[in-house]
């Protein structure tokens, strides 16, 4: 079996973790792997260093002919059997592809939670009926694509995961130490893009509303546009010694050692957060906002922390406050949180599901 897996921005966020994982796990063993992308990134060096065949197209739009005709072209030199795609605009792209190499099979992975525009809900009917299977990585990505003109027929829900061997069980961690953090402080932990989907602002206005008694602070590990906004947010509120910005940091394991919890305050575009589920395999209890695929980790069947609806500051403060009032609770989280990811997100069986779609799709 020969699959190409196809992504615009060869970057380094969930999806390239996808994307990495699939690669990693399939390579000379089940599968010869190939790599194309449009815009490179840290994905690309990646493939690279595990000596994947590689090849960029530029995909300008998503019915650029001029890609799909490379694409198909790349296809026939290589005989690839399937393509693997994970953003509409690539999957466009590949599905147009078979109008010059009709026997390649198009697998396409939605990792997106959005209500598309009107021209998208127009054409997607069109174009992904085309599609040999499609892949959402949570629930709420499902019925968003079902609302946004995919056929349900050709879609099954596949959850992201987490190695049962990456699960950090170490908590040996120096954050505390060097940013002189006392050892009686509640800490939370926060891994995310300086973006508006990742609702940082709200966080900030959630945690102003956390009782002064409590020793508490948020760490705040990420880059992007919205830094020195939030910077300006956090000074003017005046809670320099509650929220500390730790910017781009490269030691995520040794973050979630020293921290008690993890929080995801995203606002929108959150699909199944692999943030959460290596918080969770940390043993982190989780409070994270009720949008797009957190309600498939955080449930009543899991039991690994709390949700709460975005813009409810009183709701994330509480929560911040219960779990750093209740030790009992905080452990029965950690505890579910880790069997949830030997039991529901288990990336050794994920693995073998994405492969079996793969094996279908060849036998039709």
Request: glycine content about 6%; aromatic content about 8%.
């Amino acid at each position: 079996m020969r699959v190409l897996y196809l992504i615009n921005h060869a970057g380094k966020a969930g999806t390239e973790k996808y994307v990495y994982n699939l690669v990693n796990a399939y390579k000379n063993e089940k599968a010869e792997c190939f790599f194309a992308y449009n815009e490179p990134g840290l994905l690309l060096d990646q493939m690279k260093e595990m000596g994947i065949p590689t090849c960029q197209i530029e995909m300008k739009s998503p019915f650029d002919l001029k890609a799909a005709k490379k694409l198909a072209a790349l296809c026939e030199k290589y005989k690839i059997d399937i393509i693997h795609t994970q953003y509409p605009r690539e999957n466009y792209v590949a599905v147009l592809s078979k109008r010059y190499r009709p026997e390649t099979r198009v697998i396409y992975t939605c990792h997106l939670t959005l209500k598309t525009n009107l021209l998208w809900r127009i054409t997607n009917p069109i174009i992904t009926k085309h599609d040999d299977a499609i892949i959402s990585v949570c629930n709420n990505g499902k019925e968003l694509l079902i609302g946004n003109g995919v056929p349900e027929e050709k879609i099954q829900v596949i959850f992201n995961g987490l190695f049962e061997s990456d699960m950090q069980t170490d908590k040996t961690s120096t954050i505390r130490e060097e940013l002189g953090i006392p050892e009686d402080t509640f800490v939370a932990v926060t891994l995310a893009r300086y973006h508006i989907a990742k609702g940082l602002p709200y966080l900030v206005d959630s945690i102003a509303k956390v009782p002064e008694d409590i020793p508490f602070v948020c760490l705040i590990a990420g880059d992007g546009e919205l830094f020195e906004e939030i910077r300006t947010k956090i000074q003017e509120m005046g809670l320099e010694k509650r929220i500390l910005q730790l910017g781009f940091r490269k030691d995520a394991p040794n973050l979630l050692a020293g921290s008690d919890i993890f929080i995801n305050s995203a606002k929108c575009y959150e699909a199944l957060s692999f943030a959460i589920l290596e918080a969770l395999g940390a043993g982190l209890p989780v409070i994270a906002t009720n949008i797009g695929g957190n309600g498939d980790i955080i449930n009543p069947q899991n039991d690994c922390g709390i949700l709460v609806e975005y813009g409810d500051t009183d709701g994330m403060a509480n929560a911040i406050t219960t779990l750093a009032k209740d030790k009992a609770l905080c452990k029965k989280y950690s505890e579910n949180g880790r069997r949830a990811i030997k039991n529901v997100f288990n990336l050794d069986h994920i693995l073998d599901k994405i492969y079996k779609v793969y094996e279908e799709v060849l036998e039709k």
